[in-house]
C-alpha cells in the first residue's frame, strides 16, 4: 500500500518544480520586455582646465578631446576661474561629462559667431552653428559656470544676428547656477530632457528656443530688449511630441516691452507655474509668430498662480488659458522630464 502514496508524492513534487519553472521563465520573459537594467558609468575621471597652464589643459575643447570616444566613465572638467575664448563642441559619443565651474561670475565660456557669418566652407553659419558651446552628448551636467556669445544685440526685425550661448541637443542634461548671456537666441534647447535648476538666463529675442522637454526652475530670466523682445519660443509641431518649456518659480527681470511666448511650433507649449513677472510684458503677453497659420488653436500656452506687476498681462489673450492644478500638476513635477530616473533627489 506505499507505493500508490510514494506515486503521489512524487506527482507533486514534479507539478512544484514545473510551476517554479514556469513561473520563472514567465518572470524572465517579463523581465527582458518591460524592465531592462539600465548600465551607467564605471569609474571617475577627473580633468582640470586652466588658461594659465596650471592644470592638465589651457582650453576646454582640448579637454573634452582628450576623452575616449564611447566614454563609460563618470568624467568631471573642472575649469578654474577665468575665460575661456573658444567654440566647444561636445560629441554625441562622449556622454557623463559634466562642466563645473568656481561660480558664475569666474569661469566663462564665450564666443562670438553669429548666423551671418561665414563658416569654414564659406557659406552662412546659420543659427544652430553659431553657439559657443554645443553638447550633443547625453547625460552632461554643467555646474557653476557661464556661458556667452558676445556678439552685439540685433535691432529687432535685422537679419542673420541669431547668436547662440549654448545648444543642448542631448537627453537627460541638467543645470545647476548656471549662466546664459547672449542678445537673439542665447540658449537653444533644442532636443532631449534637460533640467535648470537657479540659472541666469540673459538675452533680447526668442533667447530661450528649440524642441526641448525642460523644467526651469527657481530661474532669473532677464530681458535687455530695447525696443521689443520675447523669451521663450518652442518649436513642438504635433500633439504626439512631448516637448514642452516649464518654468516653475522663476523670476522675469529687465527691459521690455516682451512677449513671454512665441509659437515657433504649431503646437508649441509652454507654461508659467508661480513665476514673478516685472511690468515689462507686452499687451497680449504671447505671440503666435506669423499670424496666418492659426497656431492660436493648436498651441498649449498656460499661466498658473504667477504674481507681480507683469502677471496680468501674461494672462492678456484667449489662448493663454490661466489653469486650475489638475491641469498645472503634469508642469509642475520633475516627472514632465522623467526626472525621477536621472535626477538626484537632492538636485531637484
Known amino acids: 500500500m506505499a507505493y500508490p502514496h510514494r506515486f503521489i508524492f512524487s506527482i507533486i513534487i514534479i507539478i512544484f518544480f514545473l510551476i517554479c519553472f514556469l513561473s520563472f521563465i514567465a518572470a524572465t520573459s517579463n523581465s527582458s520586455k518591460h524592465h531592462h537594467k539600465w548600465v551607467g558609468p564605471s569609474g ?44 566647444v563642441v561636445v560629441p554625441a559619443s562622449k556622454p557623463y561629462i559634466t562642466f563645473e565651474g568656481e561660480g558664475r ?20 553659419l546659420r543659427t544652430y552653428h553659431t553657439a559657443s558651446v554645443t553638447v550633443l552628448a547625453s547625460y552632461f551636467t554643467a555646474r557653476n559656470i557661464s556661458f556667452k556669445n558676445t556678439a552685439p544685440a540685433p535691432m529687432p526685425g535685422m537679419e542673420g544676428w541669431q547668436a547662440v550661448a549654448f545648444r543642448i541637443s542631448g537627453d537627460k542634461a541638467y ?5 546664459f548671456y ?16 537657479e540659472c541666469y538666463i540673459e538675452g533680447s529675442i526668442d533667447f530661450i528656443f528649440g524642441n526641448g522637454r525642460s523644467i526651469y526652475k527657481e530661474c532669473e530670466i532677464h530681458s535687455i530688449a530695447t525696443k521689443f523682445g520675447s523669451i ?7 500633439m504626439d511630441e512631448k516637448t514642452g518649456f516649464a518654468f516653475i518659480q522663476c523670476r522675469v527681470t529687465g527691459t521690455g516691452p516682451l512677449y513671454v511666448g512665441r509659437a515657433m511650433g504649431q503646437y508649441s507649449r ?45 494672462r492678456g489673450v484667449s489662448w493663454a488659458r490661466e489653469l486650475d492644478y489638475p491641469t498645472a500638476h503634469p508642469f509642475l513635477a520633475k516627472s514632465f522630464v522623467n526626472g525621477r530616473h536621472w535626477i538626484a533627489p537632492s538636485d531637484a
Open 270 to 314: 509652454i507654461v508659467y507655474s508661480y513665476t514673478y513677472f516685472d511690468d515689462i510684458v507686452a499687451h497680449g503677453g504671447w505671440d503666435d509668430w506669423d499670424h496666418v497659420s492659426n497656431k492660436n488653436k493648436t498651441v498649449f500656452f498656460g499661466v498658473y498662480k504667477c504674481s507681480g506687476p507683469g502677471a496680468a498681462a501674461v
Open 175 to 179: 543645470f545647476s547656477g548656471c549662466g
Open 182 to 197: 547672449g542678445a537673439q537666441d542665447t540658449l537653444c534647447d533644442d532636443s532631449g530632457r534637460h533640467y535648470f535648476k
Open 232 to 238: 521663450a519660443a518652442q518649436d513642438r509641431n504635433s
Open 44 to 87: 571617475h575621471l577627473l580633468i582640470t582646465v586652466d588658461a594659465n597652464g596650471l592644470g592638465n589643459f589651457r582650453t576646454v575643447q582640448a579637454a573634452v578631446n582628450s576623452i575616449p570616444i564611447n566614454n563609460t566613465k563618470n568624467v568631471l572638467i573642472h575649469i578654474n576661474a577665468g575665460y575661456y575664448i573658444e567654440k
Open 105 to 124: 561670475e569666474a569661469s566663462v565660456i564665450e564666443w562670438h559667431d553669429r548666423a551671418c557669418d561665414k563658416g569654414p566652407d564659406g557659406q552662412q
